[in-house]
């Protein structure tokens, strides 16, 4: 059976899925596309096999040659269609954040455990990419023992002016967030934020870098250096220290070159070079669960919980103390 895909919002990351979805994929087409901006809508239709350009999101959703929708618009959009999908009994996968506020992750929360089963996924891709599962195999098989730091690096080459100190936690730091609590296994219960000193090379409304320590109900630390304006490329790293030994990811490199004396390996540009392989990965385990009749991915508790964590990640960047984080309990849909 082939899964239908709706996409709402076919900006970078739409246009990015909506190819794999089309072209990389296995049992997947995209049937119809909707976004605020109709001539980009058109444009990616395009590229997508002429899939159909429907005028709202709604209406996407509600239609029934879409099986399956993707919501790939600005954040502050995605409670509204997710909603929608929910109402509607359609599978939905939401890409980061499933919502902004906690508030509006609560309604989806309550909106799915009254539908009594799974329909959202979230996208955090990194739960797919090679590298963080090696990481997470490594602890679970207790080759590093018990887990008690977590370094993380996460660099981009440069951002735009409308990137705000706020935002280095809600649009990228989320993943960090993610990657913690799943590596980890346990929930994240305090954050605190410390800015180092900037950047020249940043507009200069933006903490540049910006560093985070999370930690974990059993008290392990992660840390976050994150670097908006780094300049040199795309950068994601980890090391994971144990009581035993230590498990690192590196970016993955295709090939060095060794000439001249001296030896060089490219640095990925962006997300979408970096996370290409895990971004496919993630789509293809939602396609084919949906294919089987499941709901396979990071599910909205999980997406929830990283906004939870970034919204009293917001309040640690304004006020540099230690903030504790408390969550709702966990509904029996998601145990
Ligand atoms: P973008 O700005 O390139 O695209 C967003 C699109 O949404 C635009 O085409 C815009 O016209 C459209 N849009 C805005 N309001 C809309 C509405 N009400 N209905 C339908 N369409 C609407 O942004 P980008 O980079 O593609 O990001 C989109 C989402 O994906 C964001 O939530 C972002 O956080 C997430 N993202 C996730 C990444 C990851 O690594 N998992 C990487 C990049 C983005
Ligand atoms: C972007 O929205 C993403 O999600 C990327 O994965 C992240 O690295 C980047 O910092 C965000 O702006």
């Given at each position: 059976?082939?899964?239908?895909?709706g996409?709402?919002?076919?900006?970078?990351?739409?246009?990015d899925?909506?190819?794999?979805l089309?072209?990389?994929?296995?049992?997947?087409?995209?049937?119809?596309?909707?976004?605020?901006?109709?001539?980009?809508?058109?444009?990616v239709?395009?590229?997508?096999?002429?899939?159909?350009?429907?005028?709202?999101?709604?209406?996407?959703?509600?239609?029934?040659?879409?099986?399956?929708?993707?919501?790939?618009?600005?954040?502050?959009?995605?409670?509204?269609?997710?909603?929608?999908?929910?109402?509607?009994?359609k599978?939905?996968?939401?890409?980061?954040?499933?919502?902004?506020?906690?508030?509006?992750?609560?309604?989806?929360?309550?909106a799915?455990?009254?539908?009594?089963?799974?329909?959202?996924?979230?996208?955090y891709?990194r739960?797919?990419?090679?590298?963080?599962?090696?990481?997470?195999a490594?602890?679970e098989?207790?080759?590093?023992?018990?887990?008690?730091?977590?370094?993380?690096?996460?660099?981009?080459?440069?951002?735009?002016?409308?990137?705000?100190?706020?935002?280095?936690?809600?649009d990228?730091?989320?993943?960090?967030?993610?990657?913690?609590?799943?590596?980890?296994?346990?929930?994240?219960?305090?954050?605190?934020?410390?800015?180092?000193?900037?950047?020249?090379?940043?507009?200069?409304?933006?903490?540049?870098?910006?560093?985070?320590?999370?930690?974990?109900?059993?008290?392990?630390?992660?840390?976050?250096?994150?670097?908006?304006?780094?300049?040199?490329?795309?950068?994601?790293?980890?090391?994971?220290?144990?009581?035993?030994?230590?498990?690192?990811?590196?970016?993955?490199?295709?090939?060095?070159?060794?000439?001249?004396?001296?030896?060089?390996?490219?640095?990925?540009?962006?997300?979408?070079?970096?996370?290409?392989?895990?971004?496919?990965?993630?789509?293809?385990?939602?396609?084919?669960?949906?294919?089987?009749?499941?709901?396979?991915?990071?599910?909205?508790?999980?997406?929830?919980?990283?906004?939870?964590?970034?919204?009293?990640g917001?309040?640690?960047?304004?006020?540099?103390?230690?903030?504790?984080?408390?969550?709702?309990?966990?509904?029996?849909?998601?145990?």
């Open positions: 059976m082939t899964i239908r895909v996409i709402i919002g076919t900006g970078l990351i739409g246009e899925h909506g190819r794999k089309v072209n990389v994929i296995n049992g997947s087409t995209v049937i119809a596309v909707t976004d605020v901006n109709r001539a980009r809508a058109e444009e239709a395009t590229q997508l096999d002429g899939a159909a350009v429907f005028d709202t999101g709604l209406d996407l959703i509600n239609s029934s040659q879409v099986d399956a929708v993707l919501v790939t618009s600005i954040g502050p959009t995605h409670a509204e269609y997710v909603l929608a999908c929910i109402a509607a009994g599978p939905v996968m939401c890409e980061k954040p499933l919502a902004p506020t906690v508030p509006e992750c609560e309604q989806i929360l309550a799915e455990v009254a539908y009594g089963q799974r329909l959202v996924i979230v996208g891709m739960r797919y990419d090679p590298g963080y599962r090696q990481v997470k490594t602890l098989a207790g080759t590093i023992g018990d887990a008690l730091v977590l370094h993380n690096v996460h660099r981009n080459a440069t951002v735009g002016e409308a990137y705000t100190s706020f935002m280095t936690m809600t990228s730091m989320i993943h960090e967030v993610d990657t913690t609590r799943w590596l980890l296994g346990e929930e994240i219960t305090a954050v605190q934020v410390v800015p180092p000193k900037r950047t020249p090379l940043a507009f200069p409304h933006l903490q540049d870098p910006q560093f985070a320590i999370f930690t974990t109900e059993t008290g392990i630390l992660s840390t976050v250096e994150f670097f908006a304006n780094c300049q040199y490329g795309y950068d994601v790293r980890c090391e994971l220290v144990g009581s035993l030994g230590t498990s690192s990811m590196v970016n993955p490199s295709v090939a060095s070159t060794i000439a001249a004396a001296t030896l060089s390996e490219p640095v990925p540009a962006d997300w979408r070079q970096r996370f290409g392989a895990a971004y496919t990965a993630e789509l293809q385990a939602w396609i084919t669960g949906l294919q089987h009749g499941e709901c396979v991915g990071p599910s909205a508790w999980e997406g929830y919980a990283a906004t939870k964590v970034v919204e009293v917001v309040e640690a960047v304004k006020t540099g103390e230690r903030m504790v984080i408390d969550y709702i309990e966990k509904p029996a849909l998601y145990r």
